[in-house]
């Protein structure tokens, strides 16, 4: 690694940017006085992929180590429980303490990504009440400074009250009101409070803690495997066993995510430092990146970060409207065809791919969306009068009250109902229907009559992508939300493509999902 570069040399192509580069200069000065070391040729700079990132001023050669944080200027549950130790033995009036303990004991989810952000939270407050002034200068000023890069960081904020039926919206808004309730619980526990933490910053927090925090791998305790005691010859077997904390890594946070990334971090195994070391090499000008995320599922990073990677990847729709597009096609006004789709397992989801070169296909793996389509389902509203405890005893414990109120709990909130192969809660023409069996029961396991089924589906897909992106358009009109303005239009882009597929795209993305032995 490059010798740790000056305050000024690090931001000194930087002076042109505006106040929100002006605060990160000043947190990288407190960061680099408490230690954390920066390549001589790496700045923070504006991004093409949006926001700043860790740009490189000359060529670097792969295998270089440009940051180097050390552990005590990394947060997480260990470094911040010292951190707010250090903070209550030097105050006398207790009140840091009880901003601390009470902060933790918010919410009903004590992930470790929660927990942390209950810190940053009572740390916030705190700060706000001029109690960080209890750490020395220098650790004062970093919290302080990093706590303001926090609160400024670019989140994705989704009006509560948009009523759009995209199920990744919908979850954004409820992850807010549940916020919302955390923030409220913490009102009441601690209502003096309530001047150094609105909701507004309170929420920016939640979202910039959640989007920064990365999983840093740790050693643990060595283990030792024992020689069985009567061998005194058999040696011990010695390693290292690792695990992973949810960690703020100040600076190294400023890198970007690239699915082509160019370097990896990990934890130097001598020093505890977070290091950033680059696989690959990096010319002049690039942007040092790393992956946020191994995974390729576009849903669960817009999710987790509030943007769609442009990337190569796999994206979860959640058909909306089903009952209403279904009933289109079968002309049954009023069915409930949500339900009878989680009682049969028939999941409402399209999953997209996009592939190189911006080649768009479908996973048709789990495609039984067309059997929907069978006439004469009908959902029986009265199914809980057939629940027999002794047939869920596989699944299910408890008096039946309570089964059912599980299974009605499945209706409402999941993708399906988990009960006997022999469904309760769907009829067809009349008679019980059993989920292995139904293309045999209502289709005769004809070979044609699941052809004119899947053919059905497409318009019933094209209706549901036409409403769906006619909502989107609705949704965002007049709004200056660009990161939903983003998203929406990189669903735009997929489901266009999606509704350009005839019969003979599905027939060949569908291979072996529909196997029919006709006699």
Request: aromatic letters at 10%.
């Amino acid at each position: 690694m490059a010798p740790s570069q000056k305050f000024s040399d690090f931001c000194s192509q930087t002076t042109s940017l505006l106040s929100r580069m002006d605060q990160i200069r000043r947190f990288a000065r407190v960061a680099i006085a408490n230690g954390i070391d920066v390549h001589s040729h790496v700045i923070v700079e504006t991004s093409r992929l949006g926001g700043y990132g860790l740009v490189a001023q000359s060529a670097i050669q792969e295998d270089t180590v440009v940051l180097r944080i050390p552990q005590k200027c990394t947060l997480d549950l260990s470094t911040l429980l010292e951190l707010a130790n250090a903070m209550k033995n030097t105050d006398t009036t207790g009140k840091v303490a009880k901003v601390i303990n009470t902060t933790l004991t918010i919410g009903s989810s004590f992930t470790e990504t929660a927990v942390v952000r209950n810190y940053i939270w009572s740390m916030r407050i705190l700060q706000q009440m001029r109690k960080p002034g209890l750490l020395e200068a220098d650790r004062k000023a970093f919290i302080d400074q990093y706590l303001d890069i926090l609160a400024t960081t670019n989140i994705l904020d989704v009006d509560e009250h948009n009523d759009s039926s995209d199920s990744l919206v919908q979850s954004h808004i409820r992850e807010k009101r549940k916020v919302a309730a955390e923030y409220q619980e913490l009102l009441e526990n601690l209502p003096e409070v309530q001047p150094f933490l609105s909701f507004e910053e309170a929420f920016q927090l939640h979202k910039a803690v959640k989007s920064r925090v990365l999983e840093i791998p740790h050693a643990i305790e060595k283990f030792v495997k024992q020689a069985e005691e009567d061998d005194e010859d058999e040696e011990e077997e010695e390693g290292e066993d690792f695990t992973t904390n949810v960690t703020l890594v100040p600076i190294l946070d400023f890198a970007n995510h690239a699915e082509e990334r160019n370097a990896v971090f990990d934890v130097d195994r001598e020093t505890n430092d977070v290091i950033l070391r680059l696989d690959k090499d990096v010319a002049v000008g690039d942007e040092i990146c790393i992956s946020y995320l191994p995974t390729k599922a576009f849903d669960m990073f817009f999710r987790t970060y509030g943007f769609v990677p442009d990337s190569t990847g796999f994206f979860k729709w959640k058909i909306p409207h089903l009952s209403e597009v279904v009933s289109e096609y079968t002309e049954v006004k009023g069915e409930n065809y949500e339900y009878i789709a989680k009682w049969l397992h028939i999941y409402p989801y399209l999953t997209v791919i996009r592939g190189k070169d911006g080649k768009i296909w479908l996973d048709l793996s789990d495609f039984k969306l067309p059997l929907l389509l069978i006439r004469g389902l009908h959902y029986n509203a009265d199914w809980a009068l057939k629940v027999d405890s002794d047939e869920l005893s596989h699944m299910y414990q408890g008096t039946i009250e309570e089964i059912v109120e599980e299974m009605r709990k499945q209706e409402d909130h999941s993708d399906v109902v988990y009960g006997p192969e022999t469904v309760y809660g769907v009829t067809w023409n009349g008679q019980e229907v059993s989920i292995s069996s139904l293309i045999e029961q209502a289709l005769e396991a004809s070979e044609d009559a699941v052809n004119d089924l899947i053919k059905a589906a497409i318009p019933v897909i094209r209706s549901a992508i036409a409403k769906g992106l006619q909502e989107d358009e609705a949704t965002i009109h007049g709004s200056d939300n660009t990161a939903l303005a983003d998203y929406y239009a990189f669903k735009r882009a997929l489901l266009e493509r999606v509704s350009e597929f005839e019969f003979d795209d599905y027939m060949q993305m569908i291979e072996g999902v529909y196997d029919i032995e006709e006699e």
